[in-house]
């Protein structure tokens, strides 16, 4: 019976809505949509809108994503840029940036991989620095890769002076990564807080890159010479960028000393 009711109702409303001419059966419907149909047309609308707000939520989530990777990138570039500036003198030499991808060998034996090789001009003993100081050098060059020896590794050797007295040594590192100035004669003028830079007797570097401070003076009564502990300005663990200086110093006065 309740059915027939409804039928009798929904009836009764359709004939009043298709009565008279446009803009009236228009007017009927606008009033039917604001009273009996609200609830309806309004859950409707809801529906409508909550779609549309995740239609605009996804596109904007599309757009966040795309500024994210773009302001990445230009980190990575003002990076780049940052790690290439080198703050004291290198000379005319030229340069050029290279990222560490991996790494060779245990603890702070382990020696850096880099990205750039024969294709890039790398070539053996090629010196390597950061913007703050020296790094290493290279020790093994392939078509595109190169692998570099850290100054903190055991196997580093480097003539060393002190920027102060301009008094002479030789930089070697233990297997925990300490670094020293070596071969110094007992009473040499030299002190806590003295800059260590490259000397003319290194084999790798020009002369005066800037290598570290030293902290601490080292005798032994049973050694003929004194060691000084440096402080090196690069934690090559620390880099993710270095830089490789295109200088091959000049030798020919070894061959020529050996003919005479």
């Known amino acids: 019976m309740k059915r027939e009711y409804h039928f009798l109702i929904y009836l009764v409303l359709a004939i009043l809505l298709f009565a008279g001419n446009n803009?009236?059966?228009l007017k009927k419907a606008q009033f039917?949509?604001?009273?009996?149909?609200?609830?309806?047309?309004?859950?409707?609308?809801?529906?409508?809108?909550?779609?549309?707000?995740?239609?605009?939520?996804l596109l904007l989530s599309e757009k966040l994503f795309e500024h994210t990777i773009r302001i990445t990138e230009l980190e990575n570039i003002l990076v780049e840029i940052d790690n290439a500036k080198i703050y004291y003198e290198t000379g005319n030499y030229n340069h050029?940036?290279?990222d560490i991808v991996g790494f060779k060998g245990e603890f702070k034996e382990r020696c850096l991989i880099i990205n750039k090789g024969k294709k890039n001009n790398i070539e053996l003993n090629y010196?390597?620095?950061?913007?703050n100081g020296i790094v290493g050098k290279i020790i093994s060059v392939s078509q595109n890769y190169?692998?570099?020896?850290?100054?903190?590794n055991s196997k580093f050797r480097l003539g060393i002076m002190s920027k102060r007295t301009h008094l002479q040594g030789i930089m070697e590192s233990d297997i925990y990564g300490n670094s020293y100035m070596t071969l110094i004669k007992p009473?040499?003028?030299?002190?806590?807080?003295?800059?260590?830079?490259?000397?003319?007797?290194?084999?790798?570097?020009?002369?005066?890159?800037?290598v570290g401070k030293v902290t601490k003076l080292v005798e032994n009564t049973m050694d003929?010479?004194?060691?000084?502990?440096?402080?090196?300005f690069v934690n090559p663990s620390e880099l993710d960028q270095i830089i490789v200086l295109l200088y091959k110093k000049d030798k020919d006065y070894e061959e020529e000393l050996k003919n005479n």
């Open 23 to 25: 803009n009236n059966r």
């Open 32 to 57: 039917l949509s604001k009273t009996i149909y609200f609830p309806f047309v309004n859950s409707i609308q809801k529906i409508n809108s909550i779609f549309d707000l995740k239609a605009k939520n």
């Open 96 to 98: 050029l940036l290279a």
């Open 127 to 131: 010196p390597v620095i950061s913007n």
């Open 146 to 152: 190169s692998i570099v020896l850290p100054l903190d």
């Open 187 to 210: 009473g040499s003028d030299i002190k806590v807080g003295d800059i260590i830079v490259t000397s003319q007797i290194s084999s790798v570097f020009p002369k005066r890159f800037p």
């Open 224 to 232: 003929v010479f004194m060691s000084a502990k440096i402080k090196t």
